[in-house]
């Protein structure tokens, strides 16, 4: 059994979702005959304490400095998620772990590889050690591994794993009835270029002409108050609800009453969309922006709609075309959306990954 040292700045604390995909890959070593993780450092929760967050990140790099001098007999791997500066930080241990044939595996998620630029020259040498030096170095798809591919002049393919982000949590979405209302889902962080405000505006739209459709909200974040303000200066309180920051089941609930997903994301970081194929594995078609990975998964008029980013005339266009659509051919793309989303359900993603991970020791 290979023991991991297992090193995150993004892990959900006890009242939030936050870094969930951090957790199920976690979950999927434990589960794991193969794996056992014997050492964690990471941050748990979300804050918007900048203080406290710079605390935190402080006592992580003191913990990975103390587990790499102090501990390192106790573990085989290293599986850093998100490479930003703590993963930067380890780079300076490479001799060491090389010395005792300790094996590296990184996880990217998407704004640490947009962001590339960004780095300084030092950063950017650091980044480029990590993954030389790496054993297996995961991605969470397609769109993202031609993007690491294309940042430097050596061939890195035959190390790159791709694997959606620990999947859809086959547990709690998935379809629960076929009678539905015209109830037209958004679920997110409510964050900055997260299209939240698109989501309004087409909503505002919409209902001057559908007064049959409603909308639901869910999500928290730095824009909260934001999002309330909008919905209220539009005169839309009567037909947007704000849920904020519920239980996974409580999503699943609410996925599998409405008729329609709309993810209206303007990240080009945005690493696959989970939320999304969240939504499908409960049998809600998707109106999505055309960014980033998002159509690996989304099949115009088949399993839902893409749209040009950021543009809520056709946004809002794509969502009436699904409603002036009969009840056969409706239920046609709902049986479309389970069966993509099946594929990244989490006990598929699960087996794949560990393959994976075990075929690069």
């Not at 605390?55 to 573990?75: D, G, Q």
């Not at 393919?157 to 037209?184: A, L, Y």
Request: proline share 2%.
């Amino acid at each position: 059994m290979k023991r991991i040292y297992y090193i995150t700045n993004m892990f959900p604390g006890k009242h939030d979702n936050y870094g969930i995909f951090c957790k199920k890959t976690f979950d999927f070593f434990n589960n794991s005959k193969d794996f056992s993780i014997t050492i964690f450092s990471g941050i748990k929760g979300k804050s918007f304490n900048k203080l406290w967050n710079i605390i935190r990140y402080i006592v992580l790099l003191f913990s990975i400095s103390i587990n790499m001098i102090f501990k390192i007999k106790k573990f085989d791997i290293i599986y850093i998620q998100y490479v930003w500066k703590h993963a930067f930080f380890v780079s300076y241990f490479l001799k060491n772990l090389e010395k005792k044939n300790k094996r590296l595996f990184i996880n990217f998620h998407g704004e640490d590889l947009t962001n590339y630029d960004l780095l300084n020259k030092i950063e950017k040498k650091q980044f480029k050690k990590l993954c030389i030096f790496s054993s297996g170095i995961v991605v969470p798809s397609l769109y993202f591994k031609n993007l690491l591919s294309s940042l430097f002049d050596i061939n890195l393919n035959d190390k790159i794993i791709i694997s959606p982000s620990g999947g859809v949590n086959s547990n709690v979405f998935f379809k629960q009835n076929t009678n539905r209302d015209k109830t037209i889902i958004y679920c997110s962080r409510f964050d900055s270029n997260k299209g939240w405000d698109d989501f309004i505006m087409a909503a505002h739209d919409i209902i001057s002409d559908r007064d049959d459709l409603s909308f639901i909200m869910i999500g928290y974040g730095k824009e909260t108050n934001d999002v309330k303000k909008m919905i209220f200066q539009n005169n839309l309180q009567n037909s947007i609800k704000v849920v904020i920051n519920p239980i996974q089941t409580h999503i699943a609930d609410i996925y599998s009453k409405a008729s329609l997903f709309v993810f209206p994301t303007r990240r080009q970081a945005e690493s696959l969309g989970l939320v999304a194929l969240e939504a499908m594995s409960c049998g809600l078609p998707v109106v999505a922006s055309n960014i980033g990975a998002i159509g690996e998964y989304i099949k115009d008029n088949e399993n839902g709609y893409l749209y040009t980013t950021g543009d809520v005339k056709e946004l809002t266009s794509k969502i009436i075309k699904f409603f002036e659509k009969d009840n056969d051919e409706m239920i046609h793309m709902q049986k479309n959306a389970i069966d993509m989303a099946e594929i990244y359900k989490d006990k598929n993603v699960e087996t794949d990954f560990i393959r994976k991970v075990l075929a690069l020791i």
